[in-house]
């Protein structure tokens, strides 16, 4: 179990090749920070793109964390007041990203395993218009809270949702139940859901590519 007494997010910022004119926010899992997803999003950016991985800071605990995890299991109780929050977090980054000249529209946001829930969730709630969401090897929190009624800028985002198939940590069956429930509430026509054989709940070369042809096509360079 672990805390949500989380600081602001401190982000660790990957510098466009030229002049950014979008930007890819990265939420990192359970136990990592966004160093640890740094290295890999900078490899397969663009030069128009600005990678953006926030680091979760839990005073309570010595693991990073967005929120409480109390179980997995369909019916486990949540930390709605932790993922509201975290997700809040998150949409002030957003705003901090356009502030800074980076139209929302421009902005994919994107998270593995509990940054991939957060993701999913922030995407959902919030009423800034995304360019598009990458859900990696997770799950949607507070599934039974959300409806139609709530989501009202991102109907139509485009959804990259991937998992493993020997996950032993968030198990695909998790997977498919989330994009079975996206699918009655977003576009079916923009949710693409990818699995990877014998990957466990890490990353792929594969799965990178992947993630890399989503950006380029959601995030075109400005001509």
Known sequence: ???????????????????????????HGLGDTGHGWAEAMAGIRTPHIKPVMPVSLNMNMAMPSWFDIIGLGPDAEEDESGIK??????????????KNGIPSHRIVLGGFSQGGALSLYTALSTHQKLAGVIALSCWLPLRNSLSQSVISSNKDIPVLQCHGDADPLVPLIFG?????????????????????????????????????QFIEKQLPPIK
Do not use: W
């Not at 007494?5 to 950014?20: E, G, Q, T, W």
């Not at 002030?92 to 356009?98: H, R, T």
């Open 85 to 98: 929050k975290a997700a809040e977090s998150i949409k002030a980054l957003i705003d901090q990203e356009v």
């Open 1 to 27: 179990m672990c805390g949500n007494n989380m600081s602001a997010p401190l982000p660790a910022i990957v510098p466009a090749a030229r002049k950014a004119t979008a930007a890819v926010i990265f939420l």
């Open 176 to 212: 498919c139940l989330t994009v079975e429930k996206l699918k009655t509430m977003l576009n079916p026509t923009n949710i693409t859901f990818k699995t990877y054989p014998r990957m466990p709940h890490s990353a792929c070369p594969e799965e990178m590519m992947d993630i890399k």
